[in-house]
């Protein structure tokens, strides 16, 4: 691609004309983390702290994310979501907890955005309900590891 889809000729900002485009199915994976001291994350997956279960808030929190992105990324078009699944679990490395989102629609646009702002506030969500156990956490590697669909076509990140 060899300029921006969401700058006109002018320069200029703009939500990008789907409209002529055709409806294809859409999936989009994304993935972050939060790194915490090992005391923190005994709390979190003990499920007893004193906001109640912090996994299933963050998982709530990202699926809401998730159908509200078009009020947050201003050009982002609303979309149909046929399903968004939020997973908060414990990194392989024992150093925190991860989140996937996994959103699907049918329709001309794809559903990026709405995996990586469901992670981004599961992540937030997290912090929030752990902060003041350990306000030195570390929220990182939010990023984008499939999608399907769309013109683009398939994208997998190398070693998912």
Sequence with gaps: MSRLTHIDEAGRARMVDVSQKPETARE???????????????????????????????????VMAAKKTAELIPLCHPLNLSKIAVEVSETPDGSGLSVTARVKTTGP??????????????LLTLYDMLKAADKAMTIDAVRLE?????????FRREGV
């Design 146 to 154: 499939a999608k399907s669909g769309g013109a683009s076509g398939e």
């Design 109 to 122: 646009t794809g559903v990026e955005m709405e995996a990586l702002t469901a992670v981004s506030v599961a």
């Design 28 to 62: 989009a994976v994304a993935t972050g983390r939060i790194r915490m001291k090992p005391e923190t994350l005994a709390l979190a997956l003990g499920g007893g702290g004193k906001k109640g279960d912090v996994r299933a808030v963050a998982e709530i929190a990202g």
